[in-house]
């Protein structure tokens, strides 16, 4: 299965990816679990091109 995701912020696309996500794992899978499989590979996706920093100045 292919999954295409994109990060925005606000109403500007930062990036865009296509996950791939291998067919084994989807076999016979309840409509409730496949979603839940995808929503694993796109939260790993975006836990890897995500980066958010601050600093306290005051």
Request: charged residues 35%; negative net charge; glycine residues 2%.
């Amino acid at each position: 299965m292919k999954v295409k995701v994109s990060l925005s912020i606000g109403p500007e696309q930062m990036k865009e990816a296509w996950l791939d996500i291998p067919d084994k794992k989807l076999t016979d899978l309840p409509e409730e679990e496949l979603e839940a499989v995808v929503e694993i590979y796109v939260r790993k996706w975006l836990d890897e091109q995500l980066s958010v920093t601050w600093e306290v100045v005051e």
